[in-house]
């Protein structure tokens, strides 16, 4: 199993453009969410996933929308990227009944 | 909603000497307890959880404390190495509502040879 994929691993972005992040997994997992990483800051949660169409948001959503078509895929857009959102964000899974969230690799976001 | 205050920040040991990180939380219906562990430049990793029947439990040289009443856990590193090195986060959630944990700040450990 690949586990949970993110790409790109980097992007640098110019303020008010868009992109999409991408997080895929490989492990059947029903929930799914966003985190960004700033330093001093820990962990924040963006949005999660419960399940295939249903999406909720977190402690820190201005700025970012998601979906979840498939139970595989939650991709991560921002709409008008800003320099607050110069951050690590991490995508990561878990199954229903078990806890252990599985963390993607990060990806380095830049903006300027 | 949820709050976990995480202390200290910074924690600098000398190799060998045992290391203690402690969380606070502020919701009593929170029952499970879990502690990622960072590498630099690497993703947070599960390196030991707690459940809220469960006082305490060890995993060779890492430990967690549990005290329900006073809502607060720690994770207890004994005989640190230099590979112990990293930011260790807590996190508490509950079942029943959000599953979606709520993370500390983070603790950087520095174990210096």
């Known amino acids: 199993n690949a586990g949970v994929t993110q790409t790109p691993k980097f992007q640098v972005l110019k303020t008010g453009q868009s992109m999409t992040l991408q997080c895929a997994q490989d492990?059947?997992?029903?929930?799914m969410s966003w985190y960004r990483q700033d330093p001093g800051m820990g962990l924040r949660l963006i949005h999660y996933?419960?399940?295939?169409?249903?999406?909720d948001q977190g402690e820190v959503p201005n700025g970012y929308n998601v979906s979840r078509s498939t139970t595989e895929d939650f991709p991560l857009r921002l709409l008008s990227a800003a320099p607050s959102q110069t951050s690590v964000y991490f995508c990561?899974?878990?199954?229903?009944?078990?806890?252990?969230?599985?963390f993607g690799p990060g990806t380095r976001l830049t903006v300027t | 909603g949820e709050n976990v205050e995480q202390h200290p920040s910074t924690l600098s040991v000398q190799e060998g000497d045992s290391a203690v990180i402690k969380c606070t939380y502020s919701?009593?219906?929170?029952?499970?307890f879990p502690w990622y562990k960072q590498e630099l430049g690497k993703r947070p990793q599960l390196i030991i959880d707690i459940r809220s029947n469960v006082g305490e439990k060890k995993d060779q040289r890492i430990a967690v404390t549990l005290n329900k009443t006073a809502k607060h856990f720690s994770l207890h590193i004994t005989e640190t190495q230099p590979e112990d090195s990293a930011v260790y986060f807590c996190a508490a959630s509950r079942t029943g509502g959000s599953y979606i944990p709520t993370f500390g700040r983070g603790t950087s450990l520095i174990v210096h040879p």
């Open positions: 492990m059947n997992h029903e929930y």
């Open positions: 990561a899974s878990s199954q229903r009944m078990t806890y252990e969230q599985y």
């Open positions: 919701d009593s219906a929170s029952n499970y």
């Open positions: 996933s419960v399940g295939a169409g249903i999406t």
